[in-house]
Structures are given as structure tokens and as C-alpha cells.
Nanobody, 119 residues
Framework: QVQLVESGGGLVQPGGSLRLSCAAS????????IGWFRQAPGKEREEISC????????SYADSVKGRFTISRDNAKNTGYLQMNSLKPEDTAVYYC????????????WGQGTQVTVSS
């Protein structure tokens, strides 16, 4: 049973924007931190952002800082990743995941959504 479902990926030109969504179906997302990850072909999975469930604090990888913004809407049981100023090197499969806190092991994962930034 899939607990998290990502959506919003697609093909975009360099400099463009996308907003990814992470919808939880079988549990209350409000009790969890939400992390966003990506994995490009031939590369290791990279944690790019996380938002706490406790104080709303956020963190970003240097590779996306200043361009991506993480947020959440607990009433909709959904997390978001707004991606601006996209670069070809942002091309990857993007995943969301949940944890008790951003520093804790990840409990649930989505199936991923493809983001492709053209040259």
C-alpha cells in the first residue's frame, strides 16, 4: 500500500519552475517531518530539503538553496516543493518521505516523480 504519492513533475526549460506535491493517504502527515530527495541517473540519492512538523523549520541542500522552497498544508495532508530557476542538473526522480523529525530515519516513501530540465 502506497502511503505517499508525489505529483507535479514533468518537462521544463532551464530557468522554469515546477511545484511538486506529496500527498499522504493512510496517515496524518501533521505528525511527521517531510523530506524531499532526488536521484539522478548514475548518482546517489540526495536529500535536498526537509520541513519539521514541530516548529516548521526548514533545511536545504546547498545545491538547491535559494531556488527551492519546501512547505506543507496539514489540512490537506500534503507537502510541497516549489522549484524555481531550474537547471539541467536538477533533472532527477524526486521523492518525498516522512520521519519523526528531519534528523531521524525515514519511515515512508513515495514512488517518485520525474523532473526533466531540458538543455
Amino acid at each position: 500500500q502506497v502511503q505517499l504519492v508525489e505529483s507535479g513533475g514533468g518537462l521544463v526549460q532551464p530557468g522554469g519552475s515546477l511545484r511538486l506535491s506529496c500527498a499522504a493517504s493512510d496517515f496524518a502527515l501533521a505528525y511527521y517531518a517531510i523530506g524531499w530527495f532526488r536521484q539522478a541517473p548514475g548518482k546517489e540519492r540526495e536529500e535536498i530539503s526537509c520541513i519539521s512538523n514541530r516548529d516548521g523549520s526548514t533545511s536545504y541542500a546547498d545545491s538547491v538553496k535559494g531556488r527551492f522552497t519546501i512547505s506543507r498544508d496539514n489540512a490537506k495532508n500534503t507537502g510541497y516543493l516549489q522549484m524555481n530557476s531550474l537547471k539541467p542538473e536538477d533533472t532527477a526522480v524526486y521523492y518525498c518521505a516522512t520521519a519523526v523529525e528531519c534528523s531521524d530515519p525515514w519511515d515512508y516513501w513515495g514512488q517518485g516523480t520525474q523532473v526533466t530540465v531540458s538543455s
